[in-house]
């Protein structure tokens, strides 16, 4: 696994062995993700939920975000995403890593700041897609026209709950098993 553009280009990321836990994003549908939302990086904040081995919210850092938040709740995982924030030399001041599960990191927010970007790639397996955009738009996280990358299953879906309102699908792609869908606060039909 690789950053695949910006200014850790061709720079490899280590990832911990394969399982539903630690599926690293593909590089075609990164590559994918990225283009989609190419001119909307440059300075921003992203949010990199059930991050991994990172490579969303690095590849963000890569490509001119100010900031990377990762939220991952294995320890060893989170110690993974460290080690790829190191051998980077990633500066302090640019990531913040959080070791927490995702629905308690969104109801707790205790960060300063909101963010721009949000990438989820939960375990494909994970209840949590029902209730994605309720928690997201709970937690009061979200800049205003906040876009969410979700990646999951081609079997899933994100839906709107009556609590996440002002939220719409802007972009649905599918590349093998894995889709992601994409969905901008703000937007209107």
Known sequence: MRVI???????LLQSLPGNDLTRPTSDR???????????????TVVLDLFAG???????????????????????????????????????END????????????????????VDIIFADPPYRSEWYAQALEEIEKSNICNENCTVIFE??????????CN??????????????TKIEIWRKGLKE
């Open 5 to 11: 553009a910006g200014q850790y280009k061709r720079r």
């Open 29 to 43: 549908v990164k590559e994918s993700i990225f283009n989609i939302i190419s001119g909307d990086i440059a300075d």
């Open 53 to 91: 081995s990172g490579s969303l919210g690095i590849e963000s850092l890569s490509r001119g975000a100010k900031k990377a938040i990762f939220v991952e709740q294995n320890f060893d995982v989170a110690k993974n995403i460290q080690l790829n924030l190191d051998n980077l030399k990633i500066n």
């Open 95 to 114: 990531y913040i890593l959080i070791k927490s599960d995702v629905s308690k990191f969104l109801s707790s927010n205790t960060l300063n700041s909101k």
């Open 152 to 161: 999951m299953p081609t079997n899933r879906k994100i839906q709107l709950q």
């Open 164 to 177: 996440s309102e002002g939220w719409l699908k802007e972009d649905e792609r599918q590349y093998g098993k």
